[in-house]
């Protein structure tokens, strides 16, 4: 017989170091960080494998997480058109009422039937309900979820209601509050107005009806839910659509290398004015830089589209338990370098066509935020 006493090693997944693991044991703790490594098998494919499930599940059935029971507002007299300096707000009555410290706004748009058509934006919105849900504790009653297959008007992607949206997530948000806002769809650039933008360019979500009424500028997102945070409130938002690098307009950029080196970059706008929060944190995971482009594919599945970005994020998450928000980026970015396919590309809007090229070299998931933290000692926390 051979020798069953054996040890093997691994990387612990909260701070990276070096662990000698014991046989047969299934997780490990850190000496170090005292975060926990769970050994007993193959994380990366236990994720996908869950990823991929749910993603099927969906698929197939057709159903929507967005299918569900839910709390709603008293009356809807005195809705008020939006305006950046109304600090009152009516929701429209079918949003849910929200219990609880957590609550997620999610926007998937397919553009149906046009030439901008996308294919896994719903797979996104829905998975990654069904992530919060099931693994952070997010209220089903709590998740908005907002896609041109609702049969609410309200719940349909256009520009005043994804307004609306916005201003509900963070509407009566207090201390301890955790807020996510998920978008997947087409993202492009405009011409800086109002020089805030180092680069001369303000990024912007194209809403489902952008061609009649317009997108919705970086600057107003930041308006809209990162300024109104209040102390000790966090937000973390996850942007799966082109030129998204720093669609918050949030002061700070990570910059990190291949080897895992980083640094924050200032982001602040030359004109000085203030893109902060009230006090809480907001966190930026977008799904490319300023200047790249997010792939829609089905290159994860093998079946069924989803956003690259938001594949990669879920299975990242599932792969490491009290990851660290430098692990999460090097392995969503990892996963994305790894797959080739042809593939979809969710932008420029003037010019979408259909390209054969690998996903890593159009694409690579950015890092932002209000404030500077390190970024491999910070545990990932919806």
């Excluded at 939006?82 to 609880?100: A, E, I, Q």
């Excluded at 307009?249 to 706008?269: F, K, T």
């Excluded at 990892?334 to 694409?363: H, N, V, W």
Aim: proline residues 5%; neutral net charge; contains cysteine.
């Amino acid at each position: 017989m051979g020798n069953t006493n054996h040890s093997t090693t691994v990387r612990c997944s909260k701070c990276g170091v070096t662990l000698v693991v014991p046989a047969y044991a299934r997780n490990i703790c850190c000496s170090l960080c005292h975060g926990t490594t769970y050994v007993g098998r193959d994380p990366v494919r236990h994720a996908v494998g869950f990823v991929r499930s749910i993603v099927s599940n969906f698929a197939k059935s057709g159903n929507s997480f967005n299918n569900l029971s839910t709390h709603s507002y008293g009356s809807n007299a005195g809705m008020q058109q939006f305006g950046y300096s109304n600090l009152r707000f009516y929701p429209p009555t079918s949003y849910p009422r929200v219990f609880g410290n957590k609550r997620a706004l999610l926007i998937g748009i397919a553009y149906a039937s046009s030439r901008y058509e996308l294919k896994g934006t719903i797979n996104d919105v829905n998975c990654v309900a069904y992530l919060l849900a099931q693994k952070f504790g997010f209220p089903r009653e709590s998740i908005l979820i907002l896609t041109e297959e609702d049969r609410d008007p309200n719940k349909i992607p256009t520009k005043a209601n994804m307004r609306a949206a916005m201003r509900w997530l963070v509407s009566g948000c207090t201390a301890g509050d955790s807020l996510v806002f998920h978008f997947s769809g087409h993202g492009v650039q405009k011409l800086d107005m109002t020089n805030d933008e180092l680069d001369g360019y303000d990024e912007a979500l194209c809403p489902l009806d952008f061609e009649t009424n317009g997108t919705i500028l970086d600057d107003e997102i930041n308006e809209i839910i990162v300024r109104p945070l209040p102390y000790n409130a966090k937000l973390h938002a996850l942007v799966d659509a082109c030129h998204s690098g720093t669609i918050l307009d949030l002061p700070y950029l990570c910059r990190i290398s291949r080897s895992g080196s980083w640094q924050w970059e200032d982001h602040s706008a030359p004109s000085r004015e203030y893109k902060g929060t009230n006090g809480g944190i907001a966190i930026l995971i977008s799904g490319c830089d300023d200047n790249q482009t997010s792939a829609d594919t089905s290159a994860f599945t093998r079946s069924t589209s989803t956003g690259a970005m938001t594949f990669s994020f879920i299975q990242a998450v599932e792969s490491e338990p009290g990851t660290t928000y430098g692990r999460l980026l090097t392995a969503m970015r990892c996963a994305i370098r790894e797959t080739g396919s042809s593939c979809q590309f969710s932008g420029p809007i003037a010019s979408l066509i259909r390209r054969a090229i690998p996903l890593g070299s159009t694409q690579e998931p950015q890092l932002s935020s209000s404030q500077k933290f390190d970024i491999y000692h910070k545990p990932f926390l919806l």
